[in-house]
């Protein structure tokens, strides 16, 4: 345990924590904006400050859901196309679960993941700028956390691929 506590930078294991947290904290929020507003078309969120800066006008649009691609291949109902949040929520504990093992495997999946997440946030601030013409700060958040965990996880990749080739 020793020498990998020596791998891991110490501040990584704190970073890791508030940023999952902080992304867990911001989908559970925009899973329930988005629940509010379908059953209550009247809701308006904390984050609702203007008609050009409305978090649920973007979270119950078409690209809300599975990104707004996953309902040209399954029907808009379907169990397969979740709002983005429930992927944000299955991401961030994703990140903290593998966050635990200090293997090389896992290292590459955090990476790989968030990349993943890192080319869907480019894509939905497309969305927002350039479609909707919106402003959503819970949006923005998340996105700034995904290049924080990409960091992170990069960061840990390169301190694990060091430490195994200087013991090998």
Not at 18 to 24: D, M, N
Not at 38 to 49: F, I, K, T
Not at 66 to 86: E, H, M, Y
Request: hydrophobic residues 50%.
């Amino acid at each position: 345990m020793a020498a990998a506590a020596q791998v891991m930078p110490r501040w990584e294991r704190k970073v890791r924590t508030f940023l999952c947290v902080l992304g867990l904290v911001l989908s559970v929020y925009a899973l329930h904006v988005e629940l509010s507003r379908e059953s209550n078309p009247d809701y308006r969120a904390m984050c609702d400050l203007g008609e050009s800066v409305s978090c649920s006008k973007v979270f119950t649009s078409r690209w809300g859901r599975g990104f707004g691609l996953v309902q040209f291949v399954v029907a808009k109902d379907s169990l397969l196309n979740q709002p983005n949040s429930v992927l944000g929520i299955l991401f961030y504990t994703l990140q903290m679960g593998l966050g635990l093992s200090l293997s090389r495997k896992a290292a590459q999946l955090l990476v790989f993941s968030s990349w993943v997440s890192v080319a869907g946030s480019l894509y939905l601030a497309f969305i927002l700028a350039f479609v909707l013409g919106d402003f959503c700060m819970v949006c923005v958040s998340t996105y700034v956390v995904n290049f924080a965990l990409l960091y992170t996880n990069v960061k840990r990749r390169s301190a694990i691929e060091g430490k195994k080739e200087k013991s090998g």
